[in-house]
């Protein structure tokens, strides 16, 4: 559901906050899960970014994720706030 002008603003209040962040993109060739972020988008007609914390073993029993991860969102939405 992301687009260019707002993975812009998103990489750019990332790099305002010193927060690292990662792209990703599946294969096509090869089913995954989804997000609600394109039915959400498509349906409000607004500029949307897909993010989300990184997570190991997701709806896992063991699902686990780093503490650094959830303060850093935090930054970057602060940021978010801030300029809208």
Known sequence: ???SISEAMFINWCEQSAVPYQKYSHRTD???GS?????TSAKLGVRTVDVGNPMWAMH?????????DHLGIIKVLKCFFLEA
């Open 1 to 3: 559901s992301s687009e």
């Open 30 to 32: 090869i089913p995954c």
């Open 35 to 39: 997000t609600i972020g394109p039915m």
């Open 60 to 68: 896992s029993i063991r699902e686990s994720a780093g503490v650094d």
